[in-house]
């Protein structure tokens, strides 16, 4: 994929008629909102819809991702939280469509995650894909949760083209190129041949993305971190954050049945959430089936207070765990890599209280 060269095509948009399989486009080169826009999503794992300004009490002081260039009321997500756990011998696989390499230090590895994956579509050589990602994560240093956005085979369930990935981490590579938004976890794949992909899709128009641009968005909904924990050296230079809104714009380089599939992972454990907010142009609730989590309003005064109350009893375990850092995202502050380590390896055994009690609440807003 890395010798691939692409052109773009500027073309009037067509209609589209969808079913189970969209309607073979009438034109080649057609921009292929119109086409996604009438997409069924499927979720596996934990996924739903959100406002931009989504807050979950009246005193609103959870984090906004903001309003996506789509423009769309409400957007998707795909999160880490209350994510589906592996489980081969039971026929449970992974969310991921990566095989990858464990941390050579660490040992840690990928563990739960969620995605949501479209019913197909045919499009043909030429055809533009535009989409929006947004990456939010609690995480970092050697818990390298990461996000995916694909283009597939419907035949073969061969990836077409990488739409976008990202990866949480400890501090930018100060190159000048993007920091959390690039494809060096494709290089941690354990066939080598696949080792050799390349995020395909141009983002942002080339510019390179910069740390985490939206800055700390750490009490989100989707996230379920009432503390607004920060697992990060440095805060400020670290992926807790979102990248806010990147464009994708993918052109089809082959005619072909495809469909899109959109994922997060956590890695090394399953506390610290990451998550995926996605949008396209044409985006409704009616697109997406159960069960999926629905946060477009505020939640009522009474139930934001029983959830405040459920936090203060079980938060104190949350905030004395080594490393765990404040609300306004202060760093853990790690002597040395020593002390990182050891505090990186003690979080596997943190309590997982307060997870089942925002699993609850999870459930009351689905049930909504």
């Given at each position: 994929m ?8 500027a ?5 589209f ?8 486009p009438?034109a ?10 009438e997409?069924?999503?499927?979720p596996t794992?934990?996924a739903g819809l959100?406002?931009?300004?989504y ?5 609103g002081t ?18 880490t939280?209350?994510?589906?756990s592996?489980d081969p011998?039971n026929?449970?696989p992974?969310?991921?469509?990566l ?10 590895e ?15 050589a030429?055809?533009?894909?535009t ?21 597939v ?17 400890n501090?930018?590579?100060g ?5 959390y ?10 066939d080598?041949i ?12 080339g ?9 700390s ?19 400020q230079?670290?992926s807790c954050?979102a990248?806010?809104?990147v464009e994708s ?5 082959a005619?072909?049945?495809y469909?899109?599939?959109f994922g ?9 959430q990451?998550?995926l907010a ?6 409704a609730?009616?697109q ?12 009522p005064?009474s139930?934001a207070a ?5 936090v203060?009893l079980?938060g ?5 765990k ?11 502050g790690?002597?040395?890599d ?6 990186s390896?003690?979080?596997?055994s943190a ?5 089942s009690?925002?699993?609850a609440?999870?459930?009351a807003?689905?049930?909504?």
């Amino acid at each position: 994929m890395s010798s691939r060269v692409r052109s773009f095509v500027a073309v009037v948009l067509t209609g589209f008629s969808t079913g189970l399989i969209a309607g073979v486009p009438e034109a080649a080169g057609a921009p292929l909102e119109s086409v996604v826009a009438e997409l069924q999503w499927s979720p596996t794992g934990s996924a739903g819809l959100i406002t931009g300004d989504y807050q979950s009490s009246a005193e609103g002081t959870d984090s906004e991702i903001g309003e996506s260039p789509s423009g769309s009321a409400r957007v998707g997500f795909v999160t880490t939280f209350d994510g589906i756990s592996p489980d081969p011998e039971n026929g449970v696989p992974s969310p991921s469509p990566l095989v990858l390499f464990p941390d050579p230090d660490s040992l840690f590895e990928q563990t739960n995650g969620s995605k949501t994956t479209s019913t197909s579509f045919a499009g043909q050589a030429g055809d533009v894909l535009t989409l929006y990602f947004n990456y939010v994560s609690t995480d970092g240093l050697l818990y390298r949760d990461y996000a995916w956005a694909r283009l597939v085979e419907s035949g073969t369930d061969a990836t077409a083209a990488w739409l976008f990935i990202a990866q949480s981490g400890n501090a930018p590579d100060g190159d000048g190129t993007s920091d959390y938004v690039h494809d060096k976890v494709l290089k941690l794949q354990i066939d080598p041949i696949l080792a050799d992909q390349d995020q395909d899709a141009v983002l942002n128009g080339g510019r390179p993305i910069v740390g985490m641009p939206a800055g700390s968005i750490n009490v989100w909904a989707p996230l379920q971190e009432p503390d607004g924990q920060c697992w990060a050296k440095d805060p400020q230079t670290s992926s807790c954050g979102a990248t806010g809104w990147v464009e994708s714009v993918y052109e089809l380089e082959a005619g072909g049945t495809y469909h899109l599939e959109f994922g997060v992972m956590n890695w090394g454990d399953e506390n610290y959430q990451s998550a995926l907010a996605f949008d396209f142009d044409g985006l409704a609730p009616g697109q997406f089936l159960p069960p999926i989590t629905v946060y477009d309003v505020p939640e009522p005064r009474s139930a934001a207070a029983l959830f405040a109350a459920v936090v203060g009893l079980t938060g104190l375990a949350q905030r004395r765990k080594p490393g765990a850092a404040a609300l306004q995202g202060t760093s853990p502050g790690f002597e040395d890599d020593d002390a990182m380590r050891a505090a990186s390896i003690s979080r596997s055994s943190a309590s997982i209280r307060t997870r089942s009690l925002c699993r609850a609440r999870v459930a009351a807003n689905r049930s909504s």
